[in-house]
């Protein structure tokens, strides 16, 4: 299994009156953990779209276990749970400098044509980079 990381830098416009990290912008962080993950293995997700397709957040789950804070270490840790025909689930966990899981979760993705948002199954329409995900994925 190949676990992609990313440091995340955060800036003051990510905190909350609170002064912990806006829960919404860990959704932002997922993106960037995804990218890495795909560069990682040889790919490039602008490369799909000039291809025809895009592909959707399907299903997004996360728990937040703890709360980040401005100055905080933060890294994403993105991995493939699951690489189906028609869907690819994404894991991911957000840990702080210390190596604690502040939030995990999955993201679920299709791929769909670009002219009509039809699902394709990413076997078909991409099949070196789902063959390349079958070899990275958790087992």
């Known amino acids: 299994m190949h676990v992609a990381s990313i440091e995340i830098q955060v800036s003051y416009a990510d905190t909350d009156m609170m002064g912990v990290i806006y829960h919404a912008n860990y959704i932002k962080w997922l993106e960037l953990g995804r990218t890495q993950l795909i560069e990682d293995a040889g790919f490039d997700y602008l490369e799909m779209e000039r291809a025809g397709f895009y592909a959707p957040i399907y299903n997004l789950e996360i728990t937040y276990k703890k709360s980040l804070k401005l100055g905080d270490k933060v890294v994403v ?6 690489n189906q025909g028609l869907k690819t689930v994404y894991g ?11 939030a995990e979760g999955t993201t679920t993705h299709i791929v769909v044509r670009k002219e009509d ?23």
């Open 77 to 82: 840790k993105t991995w493939v749970d699951k």
């Open 92 to 102: 991911f966990e957000v840990v702080n400098g210390e190596g604690e899981v502040c």
């Open 117 to 139: 948002f039809k699902p394709i199954q990413f076997k078909k329409a991409f099949p070196e980079w789902f063959q390349k995900y079958e070899e990275i994925k958790k087992q």
